[in-house]
């Protein structure tokens, strides 16, 4: 679900948008209202929405300056409902990229359109990047079966993982399976990969997992369990953390 803020000090607007508008049809939910420019500001850091509708004239801080300083530390995508059709907060609004400027009152098929072309965009837009993240996590150690020396040690090692991350591993038994201490196989796997062996395993665990979530009929937990997290919760921190965004937001940005 793309998470939506409302920023409107009309109280009885503010709450006829969040309540009376279907947003799960949308795909969307209502996480956020505020009644000013500068508490609309503070949810907005807060929050992280997806779509932020707001007022232009509100009380310490107006919608422009609001989104102009938004714009800073949020990805989120705005659409402006005014009473006020003056050519100097338009002329703003298309400057800050903003999608789309509604005159109140506002037509519901108008602002139904404007709402679901806007998610469209949004889901885009997460769409290419989830693609891109895919694309550039991890840079995958390439296996060389002509290897020899200390550099066999780190081919075979990156091996094991591939073959074995779905299991409960860690680098004493790889270097077990390879007769040589641990401290030397954790000294040369970060020299040759720049990667210490316990992130090289996560981040190829993520990867995977990244794969798998492509097809909705796998659920999270069982992703989790896939890629060698017993804990879905765990699992689900981790990726936000690496990622930047959780399994199922990752999910919605790809499928579309």
Not at 145 to 159: E, F, H, L, P, T
Request: aromatic share 12%; charged share 30%; net charge neutral.
């Amino acid at each position: 679900m793309l998470k939506v803020m409302i920023v409107e000090d009309e109280t009885l607007i503010r709450k006829g948008l969040a309540l009376a508008v279907s947003w799960e049809l949308f795909g969307c939910e209502v996480v956020g209202e505020a009644e000013n420019g500068e508490e609309g500001l503070k949810l907005i850091q807060r929050i992280q929405p997806d779509l932020v509708i707001t007022d232009v004239r509100m009380p310490k801080m107006d919608g422009i300056e609001m989104i102009r300083q938004a714009q800073k530390i949020s990805q989120a995508e705005y659409i402006i409902l005014s009473g006020y059709s003056e050519f100097q907060y338009a002329q703003q609004a298309v400057k800050l990229g903003v999608k789309d400027y509604l005159l109140k009152p506002v037509d519901d098929q108008e602002f139904n359109e404007t709402i679901k072309r806007v998610v469209q965009y949004i889901l885009s837009k997460k769409k290419k990047q989830a693609i891109k993240i895919q694309k550039d996590i991890f840079y995958e150690y390439t296996i060389d079966q002509y290897a020899s020396g200390k550099r066999k040690y780190v081919v075979d090692a990156v091996r094991y993982i591939k073959k074995h991350y779905q299991k409960d591993i860690n680098i004493k038994q790889v270097a077990d399976e390879l007769e040589i201490s641990e401290s030397y196989l954790s000294r040369i796997f970060k020299k040759e990969t720049n990667y210490t062996f316990v992130d090289y395993l996560t981040y190829y665990r993520i990867k995977k997992s990244m794969e798998l979530l492509q097809d909705y009929k796998v659920k999270i937990y069982e992703v989790s369990d896939l890629v060698g997290y017993k804990d879905s919760h765990y699992f689900s921190s981790l990726f936000k953390k690496i990622v930047g965004v959780t399994p199922t937001e990752f999910r919605d940005g790809i499928i579309l």
